[in-house]
């Protein structure tokens, strides 16, 4: 049975760390992304597709929803 709770642990949290966000920018753009921090006026994030390349922000006030 404990093994049965440990490969459960295991595969939640790889999905979370596979996991992608979808941010909807006012225009109609899609960024597939891995959102690394959110303030109080812009989100970081990085492109999903490129988790090693480089960090972009994106004011808040130009985004209808992430997902």
Do not use: C
């Not at 966000?21 to 899609?30: L, N």
């Amino acid at each position: 049975m404990k093994n049965l709770h440990l490969v459960l642990i295991l595969v939640l949290f790889s999905a979370s760390a596979w996991s992608q966000d979808k941010i909807y920018k006012k225009g109609g753009e899609i960024v597939e992304a891995k959102i690394t921090e959110v303030g109080t006026d812009e989100i970081k994030y990085r492109i999903f597709n490129d988790q090693s390349g480089p960090m972009y922000s994106l004011d808040k006030d130009r985004i209808i929803k992430v997902v």
